[in-house]
């Protein structure tokens, strides 16, 4: 393991950076399927939640907490994480308000405290709570 990736950060790392790879995929082959509008929304809200990517936040928050204390360690983290959204923000909805970059780290943060909450109280939370929440029209009883 250690040949592969010199550390376990490394080996999270590039977890991290396969993990995030394969559901900005998922996301983009949505986006590809459907035009902008309601199939889309509906079909967002449709996707199942994902137990493993729950179980992934709480990996992702240890290791930050073990980065945090090591600079250049966190400094990796935070290019990778820059990736993401920049990748996440390509895939933003047009017209969105808050504009694309900022609809990115919106829509981490929600992913991230959606999961944790999850994993507090699994009954408590909506599948497709996500999706209600961003784009209202694709859950007509959300408000």
Known sequence: MYSAYQSKAGLFLALFEAITERR?????????EY??????????????????NDQ??????EFLVYAARDPR???EFAERYR??????????????PLGAELWA???????????LER????????DDLMTAVQYPIARP???
Do not use: K
């Open 119 to 126: 994993l507090i109280d699994p009954g408590g939370v909506p």
């Open 56 to 61: 992934f936040v709480l990996l992702e928050d």
């Open 105 to 115: 780290i919106v829509t981490l943060a929600l992913s991230n405290g959606l999961a």
């Open 35 to 52: 035009e902008v509008g309601p199939e889309l929304l509906a079909a967002l809200a449709r996707q199942p939640t994902d137990p493993r």
């Open 24 to 32: 900005l995929q998922e996301i983009g082959a949505l986006l590809n």
């Open 83 to 96: 990736r993401l959204r920049a990748r996440l923000a390509q895939l933003a909805p047009q017209g969105t």
């Open 141 to 143: 009883d959300a408000t």
């Open 73 to 75: 360690l966190l400094r």
